[in-house]
């Protein structure tokens, strides 16, 4: 069956270069969240959307990091002027909507930056 | 949303039941208990949750304590591809917030 998709898998990039990152949602889920997950440790919220609304960018480190999601269901994670400190592995999930029903996640994207 | 506490570490034979206790005393009324696992390489695999009631599903079953302030995870009969990090959540309206999880290993 068709789950979360991400690509690239991976992601080499120079420090300072802008980097996107794609996800592909389960059909017809309403929502899709954004996660970043550090080498060793558990994955951290970035922001959520429902349908193309973006409702919470709490989790977003800085404003070098954007999320878009224009038509409800692909949403591009966006990463400028890349550094160090974003490598990461970085995950997406989509559920049907947001109250208990569970997300579900891609493999994520592992960004390296050197 | 309540924080959980679980173990760092557990090991299981092969063939045989894994418990994986999580404990989250200040949940509040309207939140659940949610479990995932992630298998190296992999993002998190959705595996069940529960408001109240016991739980069981074709991976696994979820026992809720009475007063709710603990829970167990149960894979009946482990596999040497259950070997994972377990995550124990709590969620009410808001977004998933992992802790450290337990790492099970299954021994042959």
């Known amino acids: 069956g068709a789950g979360v998709s991400q690509s690239p898998r991976y992601k080499v990039a120079k420090r300072g270069q802008d980097v996107a990152l794609r996800c592909d949602p389960i059909?017809?889920?309403?929502?899709l969240f954004w996660y970043q997950q550090a080498l060793g440790q558990g994955p951290e919220f970035l922001t959520y959307?429902?349908?193309?609304?973006?409702?919470?960018k709490s989790g977003l480190p800085s404003d070098r990091f954007f999320a878009e999601r224009p038509e409800g269901s692909v949403s591009t994670l966006k990463i400028q002027r890349t550094q160090q400190e974003d490598s990461a592995v970085y995950l997406c999930?989509?559920?049907?909507?947001?109250?208990?029903?569970?997300?579900?996640f891609g493999d994520g994207t592992r960004l390296s930056i050197l | 949303d309540a924080k959980t506490t679980q173990p760092p570490s557990m090991d299981c034979a092969e063939g045989r039941a894994a418990n994986l206790p999580c404990n989250h005393s200040t949940i509040s009324g309207n939140e659940y208990v949610y479990w995932y696992r992630q298998i190296h390489s992999q993002g998190p695999q959705y595996i069940i949750h529960g408001l109240k009631n016991n739980e069981t599903n074709e991976m696994a079953s979820l026992i809720i304590t009475e007063d709710r302030k603990s829970s167990t995870l149960i894979l009946p009969h482990a596999t040497l591809r259950d070997t994972a990090v377990y995550y124990c959540i709590v969620k009410g309206y808001s977004t998933l917030t992992f802790g450290k999880g337990t790492m099970l290993l299954v021994s042959p």
């Open positions: 059909s017809g889920h309403v929502s």
């Open positions: 959307f429902q349908n193309e609304a973006q409702l919470d």
């Open positions: 999930a989509s559920s049907l909507d947001r109250s208990n029903q569970p997300q579900h």
